[in-house]
């Protein structure tokens, strides 16, 4: 096995430490952008990142309402800092027949990662937890593989692998 | 004005609301989301919300909020297992449950946050 450059071990640890198999949500059940985002903050009031889910999806839509988090290519990234959040986390989750995010191409989303944390300010980890996201689905055939995988274990490879890459 | 414990989500929202406007105006932060692809234009949309959440927090609360939290960041945090977040100091095992409508607002007596019993 070939040792990764420093760089890409950093990068990998960043999304190593916050996936993790109760957030993952391997097919929406919503289809609309607002009860989508109602979805995800349910599942994070699930995995105990939030008591307060309601609060968490009204940041998130609020968020949404500056301009989209569907940067295009089928991926969205809602965000949001919340003294609410417990942690920092990404949560994973898939929609198969996507969902109209009004993502920048226009096109529907398939592949969600809400990342949310605690409002410690300035917070660098967070926004390099952002960029390690955006980063690790910037190739199609990861994008592909992500949609196809058929449990957490191989979603969290596949991202852990091409975020170091 | 609504009971207290609603004017309470409605003040922590609006912490939350605090800090994204300030995301909003940070020029390292639009520099940062927009090379990731991230849109943020509608600002002003921020600041509806934040009148929005002010008209249903009584005046002398939404005053203390606006002095204090010049001083002291996250002014309003939450209680876990009888342990303020913003200081990590238990709480004394007089401090009650859930605010009641009519009470006064529950601070730390040690860092002197405003908390938020979930
Ligand atoms: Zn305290």
Redesign the pocket.
């Given at each position: 096995m070939t040792s990764p450059s420093l760089a890409a071990s950093r990068n990998a640890s960043s999304l190593e430490s916050l996936l993790r198999p109760t957030l993952f949500v391997s097919e929406l059940r919503s289809k609309k952008k607002a009860s989508v985002l109602d979805e995800l903050a349910a599942a994070l009031a699930a995995a105990g990142l939030t008591r307060s889910p309601e609060i968490v999806a009204e940041l998130l839509r609020e968020r949404e309402g500056l301009g989209s988090t569907g940067v295009g290519k089928g991926i969205a990234v809602p965000h949001a800092r919340s003294t609410l959040i417990a942690e920092r986390a990404v949560l994973v989750a898939r929609s198969a027949k996507g969902i109209d995010f009004d993502a920048t191409d226009g096109k529907p989303v398939h592949l969600l990662f809400a990342v949310v944390a605690p409002p410690v300010e300035p917070d660098p980890i967070y926004l390099k937890v952002l960029a390690d996201v955006v980063r690790a689905v910037r190739l199609s055939r990861t994008r592909q593989r992500l949609l196809e995988a058929s449990d957490f274990d191989t979603v969290r490879e596949i991202l852990i692998h091409a975020a170091a890459e | 004005m609504p009971p207290l414990n609603e004017q309470l989500d409605a003040l922590v929202t609006l912490q939350d609301i605090d800090l994204m406007i300030r995301e909003s105006r940070d020029p390292e932060m639009a520099i940062h989301e927009g090379r990731l692809g991230f849109a943020r234009e509608n600002v002003q949309r921020l600041e509806q919300t934040r009148e929005r959440l002010a008209s249903r927090i009584d005046g002398p609360l939404l005053r203390t909020y606006e002095r204090m939290s010049r001083r002291i960041p996250r002014l309003v945090?939450p209680v876990e297992g009888r342990v303020?977040q913003?200081?990590r100091?238990s709480l004394p095992t007089s401090s009650s449950g859930r605010n009641t409508p009519g009470t006064s607002i529950e601070t730390?007596e040690?860092?002197g946050?405003i908390l938020y019993r979930i």
């Open positions: - | 945090v303020c913003g200081c100091m730390c040690n860092c946050r």
